[in-house]
């Protein structure tokens, strides 16, 4: 993907005051991770958001709370 589209994707975030993510149909942990730390870095900066996935993903892994100290 060029840098262009990387900066466009960063400039319009930016921006946001609500933002939609979705992942791709059938999510596997990599795609609900990518998915979930944006929605996360983003509702720290006070964006609202809202995650979806197309259909429940499967055995995906369980981790701790990120409010949890390791």
Do not use: I, K, Q
Not at 36 to 53: D, I, K, M, Q
Not at 62 to 67: H, L
Request: hydrophobic share 40%.
């Amino acid at each position: 993907m060029p840098a262009e589209a990387y900066d466009e994707a960063a400039r319009v975030l930016s921006g946001a005051e609500e933002v939609a993510l979705v992942c791709h149909v059938n999510p596997d942990a990599d795609a609900m991770g990518s998915m979930l730390g944006l929605a996360t870095f983003l509702a720290h900066r006070g964006t609202r958001v809202a995650a979806a996935s197309p259909n429940p993903p499967d055995d995906l892994p369980r981790c701790r709370s990120s409010r949890r100290s390791w």
